[in-house]
């Protein structure tokens, strides 16, 4: 009698590192493959090449040693200056990605940014914390961690290695469920006004954005937001009527995986029909 096959990992690498660890494979990945700078833009958290993370002093000589040296200690540099092979390609698939997830939420006081790429059915994410405060309705970050953690994973697992990086609630990070069609907004408030409809206090909030690089064309977004209160799950979507207005949908737990994984859908089916629009356009 055979044995069981064992279920394929959500995560098939996990790696903790520096943010300026991470920059260096930033940027000697993006050298390796001849790409401009702007493609490093995103690629985690304020991890750009551009730019430096908050809180972070300006890269030197003994900060940029040190991090190769940890680079070295992971079994990711064989020496200075170097990446190796595996992991260059890793990186890649964020630096190129064509379909491209955002991830920011926020839960006790502390929020996170994840950035992951898809590519050729693997995925790779890069997730940063941050402390923040609530300014009125706005989160306001006021510090990063100086650490990243990147992960490898198969596309087929995008929600689960999605959902560990999420606030761990069980609405938020619940399997795929659609919203009841034709939903109402529970609440809908004014633009400009305080949440006065609104009684419990907010628990946990989440964006996701999933943006496709379609060659020739412009890019293609897609956006969602929802809120945690009262242990309940609100799709937060605006709309203009007479003026500006925020709208407060309640919505089953599963809804932000149902949403996301619809969203990657939609951006591969778009690759798709443009991959063949530009084979009919080359044909003779």
């Known amino acids: 009698m055979s044995e069981a096959a064992q ?5 098939l690498r996990r790696v903790q590192l520096s943010t300026t660890a991470w920059q260096l494979l930033c940027e000697s990945t993006s050298a390796t493959l001849g790409l401009p700078l702007e493609a490093t833009e995103g690629a985690g958290s304020g991890a750009v090449v551009d730019q430096m993370p908050e809180g972070q002093a300006p890269r030197d000589a003994a900060s940029t040693d040190a991090a190769w040296a940890e680079l070295h200690a992971l079994d990711m540099s064989p020496r200075p200056g170097e990446v190796k092979r595996q992991w260059t390609g890793a990186v890649a698939l964020l630096l190129t990605a064509p379909i491209k997830v955002t991830v920011r939420a926020t839960y006790n006081g502390v929020s996170t940014t994840s950035v992951l790429g898809l590519q050729a059915g693997r995925g790779l994410a890069a997730h940063q914390r941050h402390a923040s405060e609530q300014d009125g309705q706005d989160t306001v970050i006021t510090g990063s961690e100086d650490s990243m953690e990147i992960t490898l994973f198969d596309e087929e697992k995008l929600w689960g290695a999605t959902a560990r990086l999420l606030p761990p609630l069980e609405v938020v990070r619940a399997g795929a ?5 034709n939903s109402q907004p529970t609440v809908v408030i004014a633009a400009g006004t305080p949440a006065a ?3 419990a206090v907010e628990q ?9 690089a379609i060659p020739g064309m412009a890019q293609r977004l897609w956006a969602g937001m929802w809120s945690v209160r009262d242990g309940k799950l609100l799709s937060v979507t605006t709309g203009t009527k007479d003026q500006p207005e925020v709208r407060l949908t309640g919505v089953p737990a599963g809804h932000i995986a149902n949403e996301l994984l619809f969203a990657v859908v939609g951006a591969h089916e778009a690759l798709t029909a443009a991959g063949k629009a530009a084979g009919a356009g080359a044909a003779p």
């Open 7 to 11: 279920p394929r990992p959500v995560v």
């Open 177 to 181: 469920a659609p919203a009841p069609m």
């Open 197 to 199: 409809g609104i009684t």
């Open 204 to 212: 946990a909030n989440v964006t996701v954005s999933v943006v496709t």
